[in-house]
């Protein structure tokens, strides 16, 4: 199969570089083709700490315009998104040993007063001995400083920015690799496989080069060329234990080797612990924790948390590699968190753009300056657009997030409560248009799992490109925490059936 005519853009990736940079072009007129080789988010952009945020330590190396553009952008992705996007106030326990109070004190100065905050409230210290954050902590730990970042389901963003990207007319492939890009003509041929081995072609005007931890791969094999070695990998990896404290807040803990990790509240009743730092080669495709990694993140948590860890508390565990810019840094976690755009070639020469880095939190700004580099060679199609667009679902005020899930409970009262908050995290505004005039359970299929059913996965399978039980448990949903062995092949077999269907 060939492409009828060129696109303008074709976008290799569909993690959140890829599909951000995807909406932002086609939402300001440009024809767009994306192809992703696995599932969207299916790398790095699901493996992450699923953080909002400025990055209070890249302070440390004087990454300030990273900090300033990340801080700014914080209530920007909130407005854009609040069902997925919301605040979150971190606990910085004061170690004497460790870094100075006084530095502290500067970082989180800087922190609340560098990017604009305005909703967001600002830092404070919290007496531990008194304050509720301090119960599941050791004995010694006196006084912390509390300040405000932001929580993403970091899957849920990409699978948005997809799903929008298609709303404005973009064409989005799932489970397609390229194996090969070459110029002819003045444009792009690209050459597709997918995971059935049918071969398609497209051509484009411009190619974007966001692979994430494959972009040099893509350089290599795709391009057949040998100059790309621009990307440093660096694994991160977290595990999931059951809940350590009640309370709603995250805590921020310095370790004695200098790196920093987060203990997080997750999905009602579990704790997120991480992440490692440490540089990785080879294929980044299914990743996994080590033992090494798993005993440094227990013997973190144990330092600080009275409640003692082990192995057989932890219910989950993930793993991801961060294609960072390789700029000579000594250590992985020194290494710069910075994002860079490279373009290659001319106006009417079929121009390359790689993308290299990034973060959750920049990635609006990254997809930006991209599609404007993009206009710059191609020619621009219309204005930004992206700072006050919201994504699928996101079109209420970021602070009434709990009036939308009351319509809901009031316009679905038959239906589990713990199932339409859920839902209204991951849907926003769209649960109607899920649900329908559903009013009983009996009306939605079979409950699979959880509090997930089969009117649910027919909407995942339908407009959010999920093909396997792990792409609805894991990445469009974490249902796989409340999932058993038998659930999950139950619900393989109905999407197997499902997918027969087409």
């Known amino acids: 199969m060939t492409s009828p005519a060129p696109v303008d853009i074709f976008v290799i990736g569909g993690g959140v570089n890829g599909t951000g940079i995807a909406r932002d072009a086609v939402g300001r007129g440009h024809s767009v083709m ?65 870094r100075p109070a006084w530095l502290l004190r500067l970082g989180l100065f800087v922190y609340d007063h560098l990017g604009g905050r305005k909703l967001l409230p600002a830092t404070k210290t919290l007496d531990l001995e008194t ?109 999931v234990v059951r809940r350590l404290f009640d309370h709603d807040r995250c805590y921020f803990f310095q370790n004695s080797d200098g790196r920093i990790f987060f203990a997080i509240p ?44 082990t192995r057989d508390d932890i219910v989950w565990t993930f793993s991801g590699v961060r294609p960072l810019f390789d700029d000579g840094a000594s250590a992985a976690q020194e290494a710069t968190r910075d994002y860079v755009l490279k373009t290659e070639g001319e106006a009417g020469a079929a121009p390359l753009l790689n993308v290299f880095g990034g973060k959750l939190t920049t990635h609006r700004r990254l997809s930006e300056q991209a599609v404007d580099r993009i206009d710059g060679l191609i020619g621009a199609k219309g204005p930004r657009w992206t700072r006050t667009g919201t994504l699928p679902g996101g079109d209420f005020a970021p602070t009434t997030f709990e009036a939308l899930l009351r319509s809901h409970m009031s316009k679905y009262p038959r239906l589990d409560p713990r199932m339409l908050r859920r839902m209204t995290r991951a849907y926003g505004t769209l649960v109607p248009q899920i649900l329908g005039s559903r009013q009983q359970a009996s009306e939605l299929g079979a409950l699979l799992g959880g509090t997930l059913t089969e009117v649910e996965v027919d909407y995942l399978m339908e407009h959010e490109w999920a093909r396997s039980a792990d792409d609805v448990l894991w990445r469009r949903s974490k249902q796989g925490l409340r999932f058993n062995e038998q659930e999950k092949a139950a619900l393989a077999g109905y999407m197997a059936r499902r997918m027969a269907q087409v």
């Open 34 to 98: 994306l192809a992703e080789m696995h599932d969207l988010a299916s790398g790095t952009s699901s493996a992450a700490t699923k953080l909002v945020h400025g990055g209070l330590r890249y302070l440390e190396y004087y990454e300030f315009r990273l900090v300033h553009e990340a801080l700014a952008e914080r209530e920007v992705l909130w407005a854009s998104a609040p069902h997925i996007i919301w605040p979150l106030r971190f606990v910085l326990p004061y170690e004497k040993n460790l």
């Open 131 to 239: 304050d509720e954050a301090g119960k599941p902590l050791k004995p010694g730990h006196k006084i912390a400083f509390e300040y405000s970042d932001g929580w993403v389901d970091d899957a849920r963003l990409v699978v948005l920015n997809a799903r929008d990207a298609a709303n404005h007319g973009a064409t989005v492939l799932v489970r397609t690799k390229v194996v090969s890009a070459r110029r002819e003509g003045g444009l792009w041929t690209i050459e597709m496989e997918d995971e059935a081995g049918r071969r398609s072609t497209a051509t484009a005007r411009m190619l974007v080069n966001a692979a994430g931890p494959w972009v040099d791969k893509v350089i290599i094999e795709a391009m057949g060329r040998n100059d790309a070695h621009h990307v440093r990998l660096v694994k991160g990896s977290h595990i």
């Open 266 to 309: 997750y999905e009602g009743d579990f704790t997120l612990i991480g992440t490692t730092d440490k540089d990785f080669e080879g294929d980044p495709t299914g990743v996994r924790i080590s033992d090494e990694e798993t005993d440094y993140l227990l013997a973190a948590a144990n330092e600080y948390f009275a409640r003692q860890i």
